[in-house]
């Protein structure tokens, strides 16, 4: 995908729900309502929607295979692309299809659309909620940079620590010690960086103002 074409699907990062991305999900969410197929959106428009503004070239849809396999074959603007993929005919967005029931051979299972899923009308769409983006996002972290290093998985790190910077109101010590225990440990020591480096950036703020 050339530069010019991600710029033209995320749109005005200053207004990401007018994207063409936010488009095509608006289209799946329709769909989903017309076919009573549980679903949300995970990866990249998900880290978007909860707060940390950054470029993404895909649309990844957690929904359950059982369910899914109801809704085959599909034709129309979302169109069947195989098992675990439809396009939006408008534009050729090709749509992920991830499939909680099924083993992803991560530190914790995918989680259920059914109870992660929250409907943001603004956006007029499903998406993972912000503690639970941030665990999976853990998650998908740990098992790349098993399989494949800390240059390939440092991209999922950024996303969590970026998530609790930009949120960080949000989450707590108490908060983070509820989550997954998979992924408790490493949140906590995300957490803390996000705390530490926040705290100096106020000193050095405070300290320049002083003069």
Excluded at 142 to 154: F, M, R, Y
Aim: aromatic content about 6%.
């Amino acid at each position: 995908m050339t530069a010019e074409r991600l710029l033209h699907l995320n749109g005005d990062l200053k207004d990401p729900d007018k994207s063409e991305l936010m488009e095509v999900i608006r289209r799946f969410h329709a769909l989903s309502r017309t076919c009573d197929l549980p679903y949300c959106v995970v990866g990249g428009m998900a880290v978007i929607r909860n707060g940390l503004l950054r470029t993404t070239g895909d649309i990844e849809i957690l929904t359950l295979k059982k369910e899914w396999l109801k809704v085959l074959p599909l034709k129309g603007e979302i169109s069947g692309k195989g098992l675990d993929s439809c396009v939006d005919t408008r534009t050729g967005i090709t749509i992920d299809i991830l499939f909680a029931d099924e083993d992803w051979e991560m530190v914790m299972d995918m989680p259920d659309p059914r109870t992660v899923g929250e409907y943001d009308e603004k956006k007029g769409a499903c998406f993972i909620g912000l503690h639970d983006c941030v665990q999976l996002k853990m998650a998908v972290y740990l098992s790349k940079l098993k399989e494949h290093g800390p240059a390939t998985a440092a991209k999922d790190l950024g996303d969590v620590q970026g998530l609790m910077k930009n949120n960080l109101s949000k989450f707590s010590k108490e908060i983070v010690a509820d989550y997954h225990p998979a992924v408790r440990k490493q949140c906590m020591e995300a957490f803390e960086e996000v705390t530490r480096a926040e705290k100096s950036g106020k000193r050095r703020r405070r300290d320049i103002a002083g003069g």
